[in-house]
């Protein structure tokens, strides 16, 4: 955080050779160290911080880099790691690259967009992987758990029946019937993201996962 | 001009990361801290995608580090940047990877255990395995499933210390339990609820938890422990079930324990269930056999699919006792409330025997190859009257063919039986079966390619597999060749070997090319092998038993072959191996072995008795050719193994009768200085017998042996034997008295060789038994007389069909003297005769004679020859035995006869025969024998009517009983004509 504010009022003061001070001054320090372990498999602290550029960069938000931050983000990434390995073991096809084109929200002119990679400090790359494993992600839980997710027209009409009235007539609820796929939609969603939450449960059990505290201060 | 600044800059992100302040600076050195890794340099540096000398990329920052974590052999990878003036900039790098070390399980050791649970109970309960990664919190949990297993055993006080010691060089964490188990819990009483249709008292005596001597009840209760807890509540259950209560039921809710008396009360509630009668109707069945076939009384409920499993059961039961046509269906119902009664009518209809099987159609396998993977059997006279027939058994049988073909290469063969024909032969009831084969063509392999190995392995792999070109086209031989490729693989270090196999249409027809495709994956190498738990075995002694070593591919087989071999030296009582880290991916790994060692001390207790003609007065001339006798027997011994631990053996045997006293010692030094196929032993023998008749012998002996295994079927025995013998109570004529009562010294150098390829030494089928003994005993090696003795048997087993066994045995002996006393010494020479020679004779009784008193003494020649036909005569365990014996023991070499008169009643140099007939009673010891023999010509021979005095008054030179004129003194004898023996074992 030190380092950014550095670099920030070197920018604002148009003193760019501040940014090289600080770099020059940097005698030693850690490249990169362990955050989880995923059986054998690690993820380590420099891809967690690149998931959270990323993020910000898609988001077009300031990053957060504070330890509840990267923790959410090894969260994340523990999980997609399970479901690619698994998706993997089960020799599913799963997106190409061409999948993660125009995904990325336009910018005006490419030199803006570069100039925001480089803002966010990552490359196409690291944007077009962290596209295709969410991508990768999405197709395997949708086709792993969404055939299993059955929704019932009792469930739909429970479901129709627990949603709250609005007070004034001029708004009224749309009747049932008119609702009945939009709610047989969100049940089947519902129920597909609960199967991974309880898939992912199981398979976190069974990979031995280890945080190391010290990629998280 | 700020403000545009401000309003156009926003803050960058990605300026301060690691990347970009070291990314492409060049890398002057790298260290590790620690410097001491458990991977050696070079294989640290193999694994790095850092190297020195070249440009830093953050990409192989993190692929070091996964490269480091995936051996497994780390528990935390960090890697810091030094700024370093290095390479043309002055902006080198010098790179520090900090390690922290994992540590894997290299055995766990228990101290202060009270039996029951044993060690290797308590061990199998903490579920630490050998060679896993150790984890901390695992040690509480093995700590509490010891202290569960404990409890179960009446430990509720125990406590239990743990100690980890840690080998950071080979990361091991050897953990060690020391328990202080306290006192056993006692039961203090039974609380039951539940239906109790009986007296309590009567409960808990089935329970076997109160103390009692048979139906005596001793005050206080018994110790808990987890065995005598089930055995309690089952046999609770079966007495609860007695009268037809089938379901009854008897469940442990609790074990309350009570700390101020050390004592355990159980709770248990009984439900005795309903009354279930099992019955037939049409055919009777009796009640045992009705047990044996419904499973309701073994599975001890009531449902639908064990009702139907008894059905069947029956039916086949019935079909195998010749009812082929036998039907049976049952009905369940409730005839008054807490009664179920199970009622099976059975319809055994016409009684039939299966005289014959006829297989057509067959070209590829003859008649007798297919019979012999059929289970339908023709009826016989002894065995199976009217031979074993079902349908499902047909079936059964065409499906075994049909496997057959397959497997083959006739992937279209077809297995039928167009009819079973009644009235065989014209007779009613007699089956006829033909099975008819369509063999359809045979499909053989055109080509086959193995690709993905070197040729170097192709070449032998295709000298391993079954399907190569013009070989017949099976799934079985593929599935074979699959295992023989990944067999071989798995045992070269590949442990990842995959095989895949895929085939198509060649241009021939029926023919097959044959595609297999092997993956080896990385190889795999032995870093090390570490040898832990040994506590007063020396390790050279299991070293050289290893047969894995660094640097050798891994191999399964090999490892197991080890394990094999300390087993061997019987002195380990459990010997575990492991690979260190298994799931690590790393090129070499350690191999655990973690040794238990046994009980050094064993003793055994042993009551017995001979029971045969072994009797008659031990003072008196009475019977010389014994009578009917009972010898009670008692045996002790102790053994201590791993002597010095050494994997020597140091025993003494001990052994009293009325007919001996014995007391063998032994050091036997198996597999002697690292040749496991020597064995030297050192043996000294005392031994006072009476078993031949004529005299007691004492024996002072002692013996040296190698003993060499040549390969699995020869092996040689070398050995020198020196023994001292006095006799006494001899019953012979008194001017033989003089010459043949001293005590004799006799040294002997010799050796055996032995050939034995039987099938089965217990019960041989097929095979050949060759031995040869012979010794030489020579004044150099401090014998007071020369002589060589030779003993020579050969003994072969021929099948007959399936179930007949045609044996026969031929023994020769010969002893030569070369000098020093006047003749060879009565107790080395040849006694022979009984259960295992001739059995015209009782043990011992065979060849020359005292002309005086008729006591055997000896010979300096034998010849025995044995056949037997062996047979089954009542289902599987009891077999029969006819048999014909001859031979005799002779007065020497040159006199041994084939004649099978005696010429008078001082001739023993003749050929006796007996016929007889025998049984076994096949037990997991070997055959209980009882065979009955009758002789044409036993030997006749004068015996002397009177006491020990009398005799010494005989004058030396008088003739006494001789055929012409004997002397009242002298009577006629005989050797009965009718002997039996009872023994165990077969007779050769």
Known sequence: ?217 | MLVALLAGLSPAFGQDTPAARWEGRLISRIEFDPPQQPLPPEELSRLLPLKEGTPLHMEDVHGAIQKLYSTGRFADVSIDANQNDAGQDGQGVALRISTELNYFISGVNIAGESEPPNRSQLITSGKLELGTLFVESALDQAVENMQEKLRLNGFYNATIQRRVDRRAETEEANVYFDLDTGYRAHFDGIEMTGQINRPKESAVKATGWHRGFAFIPVPGWREVTENRVQTGLERLRKDFQKGDRLEAKVTLDKLDYHPATNTATPYLTIDSGPIVEVRTTGTKVSGGRLRELVPVYQERTVDRSLLVEGQNNLAEYFRSKGYFDAQVDFMQYDPEPNRTLIEYNITSGDRHKLKHIAITGNRYFDFATLRERMNLQTASLLRRRYGLYSERLLQQDEENIADLYRANGFPDVMVTHPRVQDAYGGEHGNLAVEIQVNEGPQWRVNQMTIEGVPADDETYLRSIVRSTEGQPYSPANIAADRDSILGYYYNNGYPDAQFESSQDPAPAPNRVSLHYRVTPGERQFVRGTLVRGLETTRPSLVASRILVGPGDPISQSRIAQSQQKLYDLGIFSKVETALQNPEGKEEQKYVLFHLDEARKYSFNFGVGADFGRIGGGINSLDYPAGTTGFSPRVSVGVSRINFLGLGHIVSLQTQVSTLRRRALASYVAPQFEGHENLALTFSPLFDDSRDVRTFSARRWEGTVQLAQKLSRANSFQYRYTFRRVTLGSLKIAPQAVGLLNQPVRVGLIGGSFIQDRRDDPVNSRRGILNTVDLAYAYKGFGSETDFTRLLLRNSTYHPIGREIVLARSLQLGYIQRWGGLPAIPLAERFYSGGASTNRAFPDNQAGPRDTLTGFPIGGSALFFHSTELRFPLIGDNIGGVLFHDMGNVYTGVNTISFRFHQQNLQDFDYMVHSIGFGIRVRTPVGPIRADFSYSPNPPRFFGFNGTLDDLLKVPPDQPLCSSGTPSPMCSKQRISWFQFHISLGQTF
């Open chain 1, 1 to 217: 955080m030190f380092g950014h504010t550095l670099v920030a009022a070197g920018l604002i003061l148009g003193l760019p050779g501040l940014e090289f001070v600080f770099a020059a001054s940097v005698k030693a320090e850690t490249l990169d160290r362990i955050a989880v372990s995923v059986g054998q498999e690690v993820i380590t602290e420099s891809q967690v911080i690149l998931d959270l550029r990323v993020a910000a960069f898609l988001d077009r938000k300031p990053m957060d880099l504070s330890g509840a931050a990267k923790r959410q983000s090894a969260e994340r990434l523990v999980d997609q790691l399970l479901i690619l390995r698994e998706a993997v073991d089960s020799h599913l096809t799963l997106p190409s690259t061409e999948a993660t084109i125009g995904l990325v929200a336009p910018y005006a002119a490419e030199s803006d967009y570069q100039a925001e990679l480089k803002r966010y400090g990552i490359s196409e790359r690291d944007l077009g992987e962290h596209l295709l494993a969410g991508l990768r992600t999405l197709s395997f839980t949708d086709r792993r758990f969404r055939p299993d997710v059955q929704v019932s027209p009792e469930d739909i009409r429970s479901y129709y029946d627990k949603l709250p009235r609005p007070a004034s007539t001029a708004a009224p609820l749309p009747s049932f019937e008119d609702s009945r796929e939009q709610i047989e939609k969100l049940l089947v969603e519902q129920g597909t993201l609960d199967a991974l939450d309880k898939w992912l449960e199981m398979a976190r059990k069974a990979a031995n996962v280890r945080y190391r505290e010290k990629a998280f201060e």
